[in-house]
């Protein structure tokens, strides 16, 4: 009898110690750690009730604690409006667990003058896994479309702001208003195994933004939106992008560079094993053109397979909406070391591969390598302007590039 309770305790710590919080579907760390969940602190999963306090409460619990904390929300419908999940924390290792649907309010007003409807700022260590996301953002895009007058701009969906150490995993954000998914000035994040869709006309619905930021990695994520699936803007460095899926949406941009003449550059980019399906570009450059410090260095698109794309691979540098504040219409954004390789696919349009480069400062060292893109099954066409740089293996459009 002694021996059976003495296996019987065994059993149950073993237990503890492997499923801490019990075992719930998403992969987090298995970690010791006080667990919050929302609905001890009033949330509650019907989708018109205001959770907005509860989950303030186990966050200011979470990150005041010296242990590592797990914010846990269960499944159903929980209703936030916006919230700044606020550090910086005594706690380097928080995580949200999401079994549920978080919501944001149906009136689009509520949160879209607040710029962000769930956004980290100044924390360490949190991670995100699970969950869906869902900004309720049709009825914004239908006030936007027709007209905009008296619309308000939107809300991001999620942020993380001056942060380190990230981790969004499995997580998938639908109908954001505006951004879905925003890292600025952030260092070591990582982004996997997201979805984010949106629909193919909605306004400025980027899938992932990328600024001021080093060391980000995008990982086995879907992306389907009305703008672009990833976009990158300046001051960010050593960004890694690998098997994304995007469409539909504008692709995959770095840019819009060059908009303030004080810039920070964009170094150090890398976007491997991408798929993009009747988008509008594939991999693209854009600046705006007028005077700026801004640049673009050192930035590899490889392994990149296009089906019925309109601009498969693109440098804009003469970006310009409304035609308003770009005198002479000449970038200052320098763009240098930008390598296509094993580029393959399809294009919507005749002019496959372009480079519109700033005539102050042409793009150089461009270089195309095994690239095969046609139009209507014949092989399509390159243009360039102010674009050096050389081309080898097969390349298909035939390369346009001078020495
Ligand atoms: C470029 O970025 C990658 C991560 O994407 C990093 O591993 C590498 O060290 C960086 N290279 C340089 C020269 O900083």
């Known amino acids: 009898m002694e021996r059976i309770t003495t296996i019987f305790v065994a059993v149950i710590v073993m237990n503890f110690l492997l499923f801490p919080c019990s075992s719930r579907g998403a992969a987090a760390p298995l970690t010791l750690s006080n667990t919050y969940s929302v609905v001890e602190y009033g949330a509650k999963p019907y989708g ?93 895009w239908s006030c936007k479309r ?23 995993s499995g997580v998938t954000s639908v109908n954001s208003q505006m951004f879905h998914i925003v890292i600025n000035g952030c260092n070591n994040v990582k982004v996997q195994g ?39 803007g300046p001051g960010t460095a050593n960004l890694w992008i690998e098997n994304v899926a995007c469409g539909p949406g504008h692709g995959i941009s770095i840019g819009s560079l060059g908009k ?33 410090t801004g640049f673009a260095r050192h930035i ?41 390789q094993d580029i393959q696919g399809t294009s919507a349009t005749q002019v496959a591969v372009k480079f519109d480069c700033s005539s102050q400062y042409p793009c150089s060292d461009i270089r195309l390598e095994d690239v095969r893109l046609t139009f209507k099954g014949k092989p399509a066409q390159a243009s360039c302007t102010n674009a050096d740089g050389t081309a080898s293996a097969f390349v298909q459009p035939q390369s346009c590039l001078t020495l």
Not at 146 to 168: E, H, K, M, Q
Not at 197 to 207: E, R, V
Not at 260 to 289: D, H, L, P
């Open 300 to 340: 590899l698109f490889q392994h990149a397979l296009m089906t019925n794309v309109q601009n498969p691979i693109v440098i804009d540098q003469h970006y310009c909406p409304d035609q308003n504040n770009c005198p002479g219409q000449v970038s200052g954004v320098k763009i240098s070391d930008v390598t296509y």
């Open 194 to 232: 997201v979805r984010v869709s949106a629909a193919g006309n909605s306004p400025n619905t980027d899938g992932i933004h990328v600024q001021s930021s080093k060391g980000v990695s995008i990982l086995n994520s879907r992306i389907g939106t009305g703008d672009d699936c990833i976009s990158v």
């Open 48 to 140: 018109n009730f205001d959770s907005t306090q509860a989950f303030v409460a186990a966050w200011t619990l979470a990150c005041g604690s010296i242990k590592p904390a797990t914010i846990y929300v269960p499944p159903g419908r929980f209703m936030l409006r916006n919230v700044v999940f606020r550090g910086h924390c005594k706690n380097s290792a928080i995580t949200f667990r999401i079994d549920g649907m978080l919501v944001a309010p149906s009136d689009y007003n509520v949160i879209g003058s607040a710029g962000n409807w769930l956004i980290f700022e100044h924390v360490n260590g949190v991670s995100i896994y699970g969950g869906i996301l869902d900004g309720q953002g049709a009825g914004l």
């Open 260 to 292: 303030e003449s004080e810039e920070a550059g964009v170094q150090n980019v890398t976007v491997t094993r991408v798929r993009f399906s009747g988008t509008e570009n594939g991999v693209r450059i854009k600046s705006w053109g007028r005077p700026s």
């Open 146 to 168: 027709s007209g905009g007058r008296g619309c308000p701009s939107g809300a991001t969906s999620l942020g993380f702001s001056n942060s380190d150490n990230i981790v969004i």
